[in-house]
């Protein structure tokens, strides 16, 4: 099995914090880029946060509006991938996704089933 698994959802008060897990099952993580990506109710899907490999360290990206409240990270030891949500907003509340992209051979794409973050008072 070739899955990413998705865990460290729930129910958050505004301004709480949530860290999301993405395990790599069945395949190194390290070789792929990993993005996180969120839907809420009656909108499209929207790209979150992504991070990749280069030749001398890391790239991240963050929508406009996680900047500076989102943080995405791997651990190569646990073959995790994390994000990690400060400051959450009603508006942050939606079903969150692990993609992993092989950075050259992209059509080994991979997506997990997600888990749903509700932040509510």
């Known amino acids: 099995q070739v899955q990413p698994v998705e865990s460290g959802g729930g129910l958050v008060q505004p301004g709480g914090s949530l860290r999301l897990s993405c395990e790599a099952s069945?395949?190194?993580?390290?070789?792929?880029?990993m993005i996180w990506y969120r839907q809420a109710p009656g909108k499209e899907r929207e790209l979150v946060a992504a991070?990749?490999?280069?030749?001398?360290?890391?790239?991240?990206n963050y929508a406009d509006s996680v900047k500076g409240r989102f943080t995405i990270s791997r651990d190569t030891t646990k073959n995790t991938g994390y994000l990690q949500m400060n400051s959450l907003k009603p508006e942050d509340t939606a079903v969150y996704y692990c993609?992993?992209?092989?950075?050259?051979?992209?059509?080994?794409?991979?997506w997990g089933q997600g888990t749903q973050v509700t932040v509510s008072s």
């Open positions: 991070i990749t490999s280069t030749g001398t360290g890391s790239t991240t």
């Open positions: 069945g395949f190194v993580l390290s070789s792929y880029t």
């Open positions: 993609n992993a992209v092989h950075r050259i051979l992209t059509r080994l794409d991979y």
